[in-house]
T-cell receptor, first 110, second 116 residues
Framework: RKEVEQDPGPFNVPEGATVAFNCTYS??????FFWYRQDCRKEPKLLMS???SGNEDGRFTAQLNRASQYISLLIRDSKLSDSATYLC???????????FGGGTRVLVKP | NAGVMQNPRHLVRRRGQEARLRCSPV?????VYWYRQLPEEGLKFMVY????????ESGMPKERFSAEFPKEGPSILRIQQVVRGDSAAYFC??????????????FGSGTQLSVL
């Protein structure tokens, strides 16, 4: 089983719609969680950290469910520019390296 | 804009040659991470270095691959006797402190290695 798993997609989303997807992690000792965005094989860019209480940044909402060991990302009012691959990232409690999921591809269409 | 600089952006090598990938971290950052991304896959951790020291190389193949981060100069990822399976995008990232919590990693634009 992979340490961090994501549905590869693609999620085809009409412009203006809401899309949500999850990421599961296998190590219960994982401490920190992030969502990164990657465009067309360019470098990943931090989208947002994920906090235990859940957090929101504009149209983006991230949630953490420690009991079920998954995090989620919800995008409201999708824009064409939201088309990208969204990478789930986990850091283990005693570790110092980011473990990436395989990414979920989102395609927003007019 | 003194972000993470990687060069070359694209590197073409024939099987059996050596590939050297360079990474200059953000000024003042002493922690460097190398990741590899194969086509249609996520980023895979390779190695974590802190000035002159390899801290974690658990993701490095046992043979042909080596990394260094000297006191002066960029971090170097070296691949000897490249094979077609080494073709991938190699990303370098740096951080000011150890990326243990919410420390932000700054990624370079990557080096796309193509082995013919």
């Amino acid at each position: 089983r992979k340490e961090v798993e994501q549905d590869p997609g693609p999620f085809n989303v009409p412009e203006g719609a809401t899309v949500a997807f999850n990421c599961t992690y296998s190590n219960s000792a994982s401490q920190s969680f992030f969502w990164y965005r990657q465009d067309c094989r360019k470098e990943p860019k931090l989208l947002m950290s994920v906090y235990s209480s859940g957090n929101e940044d504009g149209r983006f909402t991230a949630q953490l469910n420690r009991a079920s060991q998954y995090i989620s990302l919800l995008i409201r009012d999708s824009k064409l520019s939201d088309s990208a691959t969204y990478l789930c990232v986990v850091i283990k409690a005693a570790g110092n390296k980011l473990t990436f999921g395989g990414g979920t591809r989102v395609l927003v269409k007019p | 804009n003194a972000g993470v600089m990687q060069n070359p952006r694209h590197l073409v090598r024939r099987r059996g040659q050596e590939a050297r990938l360079r990474c200059s971290p953000v000024k003042g950052h002493s922690h460097v991470y190398w990741y590899r991304q194969l086509p249609e896959e996520g980023l895979k951790f390779m190695v974590y270095l802190q000035k002159e020291n390899i801290i974690d190389e658990s993701g490095m193949p046992k043979e042909r691959f080596s990394a260094e981060f000297p006191k002066e100069g960029p971090s170097i990822l070296r691949i000897q006797q490249v094979v077609r399976g080494d073709s991938a995008a190699y990303f370098c990232a740096s951080s000011l402190n150890k990326a243990a919590t919410n420390e932000k990693l700054f990624f370079g634009s990557g080096t796309q290695l193509s082995v013919l």
